[in-house]
């Protein structure tokens, strides 16, 4: 049994700077045709100059793979019309991190006021650039993501042209505000498709897979699975592969993020086929995405075959998510 996906994208992906960029790019450089790419480095990236640079490292680190990477800025509500203007020749995105709420965000804003933050948003949706949002409120941790419906709300009916990506999205609440407001769209990762919350902390806890947001309940799951299984207009494939050192995860302060860049396309395929919509993987991995963003990959045909994968147990520092686990479709061809 075999399967063609046509330049698959990944619309939230973290690769990191330094060596671990060496490490982890490839191995989204090889599968995807493209990818949006976080802009949470330390320090986070926020001038075009960076942009650049950021860009340069990333070609150079995939230089023998066929990947454009989307680059992205950080949201700063101090950005003004004539950089922004500037900016959207070099980036896809910009991304807005209330402060704190996640790794490498504390400098991200510290109210979500959609009249403070009205200046860069008008600019954004007369430019036509999206804002990517992740969308957590410091309340308790399973609420978080639901009590930042009404900020998307909010967001949603005062720019009505502007183009709002819900990122990484884990509750029922989320999909269904998805669907209420046109200019709504979100990404949805492979983690959160297939984990619940006792996936991470109902036996013995799993580092691996804790993350921001952190996964939720089975009723949360369904509702995911039911836009991404059906690949619902609206909705992407972002898989939020957010690598860090086993040191990073296997210690007391864990770093939240699920490395699953080497194993998405594969474990996808898996899933979609167990409930029998492998004909949807294509939108949910590029078509919708395309539309969404307006924009055409590079050519990419990936050949997945029903063959056994043994997932390595470490790439370089980095533990993925099923390591030393066999699952049964591989990678067979990239042209
Ligand atoms: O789990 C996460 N890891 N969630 C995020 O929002 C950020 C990411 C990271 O950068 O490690
Ligand atoms: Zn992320």
Known sequence: MQLTLNSPMDMHLHLRDHEMLKTVAPLSAHPFAAAIIMPNLVPPVTTLQMVEE?????????????????????????????????????????????????????????????????????????????????????????????????????????????????????????????KRYDNLYATITLHHLLITLDDVAGGLLNPHLFCKPIAKRPEDKAALLDVALSAHPKVMFGSDSAPHPQHAKESCGCAAGVFTAPIALQALAQLFEAHDKLDNLQPFISDNAQRIYGITPPEKEVILIKEPFTVPEKYGSVIPMFAGETLPWRIADVS
């Open 54 to 178: 950021y860009k340069a490292r990333i070609l150079e680190a995939t230089a023998d793979e066929t990947f454009e990477p989307l680059m992205t800025l950080f949201f700063k509500a101090d950005y003004d019309y004539a950089f922004l203007e500037r900016a959207r020749e070099h980036i896809s995105a910009i991304k807005l991190y209330p402060a704190g709420i996640t790794t490498n965000s504390q400098d991200g804003v510290s109210s979500i006021d959609s009249e403070q933050l009205a200046p860069v948003l008008t600019a954004m949706s007369d430019l036509g650039i999206p804002l990517l949002v992740h969308g957590e409120t410091d309340g308790f941790v399973m609420d978080r993501e639901k009590e930042f419906v009404p900020v998307y709300e909010t967001l949603a009916t005062r720019f009505p042209e502007l183009k709002i990506v819900m990122e990484h999205i884990t509750t029922k609440e989320s999909v269904e505000a998805l």
